[in-house]
C-alpha cells in the first residue's frame, strides 16, 4: 500500500523541529529512523498532516559518557550502539539487548531513541530503559524536562510524550560494581518480536549475597513491568539457583499476562518464568566476575 498524502518538513535544528511541532501538534509525526513509522504509514493506520524529518538534526546524533551516565542522542542508530565499544564498556545491558531487534537492516535505520518514543510493548530496549533507571530528555518550545523510564510509558504505543514535544536523549547510567546484567527473550523466529523478553540485574555485596534484584518483563502486556525483590525472596540471600529460581517463579505470578494469536497468557507466564531464570543465572555470574575486576 501507499502512505496517505502529508507535507514533509526537514528541519535543519532542534529549534526549527520544536517550532513546527508547535505548528502541527498532533497532526505531526516524527521521522528518524523510520522502522515503525513507514509501516504504520504504508498500511494507513497513521494518517498525520506532516512528517518532521529529523535526519538532518546533526545536533542529535552524539553518544557520549557523561557524570555516570551514557547519553543517546536522538538520531544515534541502533546498530551504531551495538558495534560502540563505549556502550559496550559502559552499559552492558544495553549492549547485549541491542542484537535482538530485529536484523540488521533494521538496526542501521532504527534509532535508540526512537525505539523507546515508539514504545511497542514487546521491543527490547524499553524493558533496558526501565531495568536501569534511565532518563529520557523531553524539549518542546516551552523548555525541557526529564521523565524517569518508570513515568514514561503510559500504555500501548503510548509514552508521556505530549504532542509538541521530542525525545532528544536518553539517559543510562553506567554499569556498577559488583554487578551484572543480562538480557534473553524467545521469538518464533529470528528478528521476530519476541513472545516474551526479560531484562534482569544482580548486584552483590562484599559478602556476596544479593544487595539488590531486579526483573523487567516485555512482550507481556502494555507496557514493560519492572518486578523488583520487595518481598526479599533474592536479597540478603546467597545467589543460588534455588533463590534465584524462586524469584523467577513470583516474579513471573505477579502479573497478568496478555494472550495474543501468538501465546496464550498461561504460555507467556510459563515462558516469563524460565527466561526469568535464566537471565538472572547470567547476571548473577556477571556480577561475580565484576566483584573481581
Given at each position: 500500500?501507499?502512505?496517505?498524502?502529508?507535507?514533509?518538513?526537514?528541519?535543519?535544528?532542534?529549534?526549527?523541529?520544536?517550532?513546527?511541532?508547535?505548528?502541527?501538534?498532533?497532526?505531526?509525526?516524527?521521522?528518524?529512523?523510520?522502522?515503525?513509522?513507514?509501516?504504520?504509514l504504508n498500511f494507513r493506520l497513521a494518517r498525520p498532516a506532516a512528517i518532521v524529518d529529523i535526519n538532518g538534526v546533526e545536533?542529535?546524533?552524539?553518544?557520549?559518557?557523561?557524570?555516570?551516565?551514557?547519553?543517546?542522542?536522538?538520531?544515534?542508530?541502533?546498530?551504531?550502539?551495538?558495534?560502540?565499544?563505549?556502550?559496550?564498556?559502559?552499559?552492558?545491558?544495553?549492549?547485549?539487548?541491542?542484537?535482538?531487534?530485529?536484523?540488521?537492516?533494521?538496526?542501521?535505520?532504527?534509532?535508540?531513541?526512537?525505539?523507546?518514543?515508539?514504545?511497542?510493548?514487546?521491543?527490547?530496549?524499553?524493558?533496558?530503559?526501565?531495568?536501569?533507571g534511565a532518563e529520557l530528555r523531553i524539549q518542546s518550545a516551552r523548555g525541557t524536562r526529564t521523565v524517569p523510564a518508570e513515568?514514561?510509558?503510559?500504555?500501548?504505543?503510548?509514552?508521556?510524550?505530549?504532542?509538541?514535544?521530542?525525545?532528544?536523549?536518553?539517559?543510562?547510567?553506567?554499569?556498577?560494581?559488583?554487578?551484572?546484567?543480562?538480557?534473553?527473550?524467545?521469538?518464533?523466529?529470528?528478528?521476530?518480536?519476541?513472545?516474551?523478553?526479560?531484562?534482569?540485574?544482580?548486584?552483590?555485596?562484599?559478602?556476596?549475597?544479593?544487595?539488590?534484584?531486579?526483573?523487567?518483563?516485555?512482550?507481556?502486556?502494555?507496557?514493560?513491568?519492572?518486578?523488583?525483590?520487595?518481598?526479599?525472596?533474592?536479597?540478603?540471600?546467597?545467589?543460588?539457583?534455588?533463590?534465584?529460581?524462586?524469584?523467577?517463579?513470583?516474579?513471573?505470578?505477579?502479573?497478568?499476562?496478555?494472550?495474543?494469536?501468538?501465546?496464550?497468557?498461561?504460555?507467556?507466564?510459563?515462558?516469563?518464568?524460565?527466561?526469568?531464570?535464566?537471565?538472572?543465572?547470567?547476571?548473577?555470574?556477571?556480577?561475580?566476575?565484576?566483584?573481581?575486576?
Open positions: 500500500m501507499k502512505p496517505p498524502p502529508f507535507e514533509y518538513h526537514a528541519p535543519a535544528t532542534v529549534a526549527e523541529t520544536l517550532s513546527l511541532l508547535r505548528h502541527f501538534g498532533d497532526d505531526a509525526k516524527v521521522l528518524a529512523g523510520g522502522q515503525s513509522l513507514m509501516p504504520l545536533e542529535l546524533d552524539y553518544l557520549h559518557r557523561e557524570d555516570g551516565w551514557l547519553a543517546v542522542g536522538a538520531l544515534v542508530r541502533q546498530r551504531t550502539a551495538e558495534l560502540s565499544a563505549l556502550v559496550t564498556a559502559t552499559c552492558p545491558l544495553l549492549a547485549e539487548a541491542l542484537p535482538f531487534i530485529g536484523h540488521f537492516q533494521i538496526r542501521n535505520r532504527g534509532t535508540v531513541v526512537g525505539s523507546l518514543a515508539h514504545a511497542d510493548p514487546a521491543a527490547e530496549l524499553g524493558a533496558v530503559a526501565l531495568a536501569l513515568q514514561f510509558f503510559v500504555s500501548y504505543l503510548t509514552t508521556a510524550l505530549v504532542p509538541d514535544e521530542l525525545l532528544v536523549e536518553a539517559r543510562f547510567p553506567a554499569a556498577r560494581p559488583r554487578t551484572g546484567y543480562a538480557f534473553a527473550e524467545f521469538a518464533r523466529r529470528h528478528g521476530d518480536f519476541a513472545l516474551v523478553g526479560v531484562a534482569a540485574i544482580v548486584e552483590q555485596d562484599p559478602a556476596q549475597r544479593c544487595a539488590e534484584a531486579r526483573l523487567v518483563f516485555t512482550g507481556v502486556g502494555p507496557v514493560p513491568i519492572l518486578c523488583s525483590d520487595e518481598q526479599g525472596v533474592l536479597r540478603g540471600e546467597p545467589l543460588t539457583p534455588q533463590a534465584m529460581n524462586a524469584f523467577a517463579e513470583r516474579a513471573a505470578a505477579s502479573f497478568e499476562a496478555e494472550p495474543d494469536i501468538h501465546a496464550s497468557a498461561e504460555y507467556r507466564r510459563e515462558l516469563a518464568a524460565v527466561l526469568a531464570e535464566r537471565a538472572l543465572q547470567s547476571a548473577a555470574a556477571r556480577s561475580q566476575n565484576a566483584s573481581q575486576t
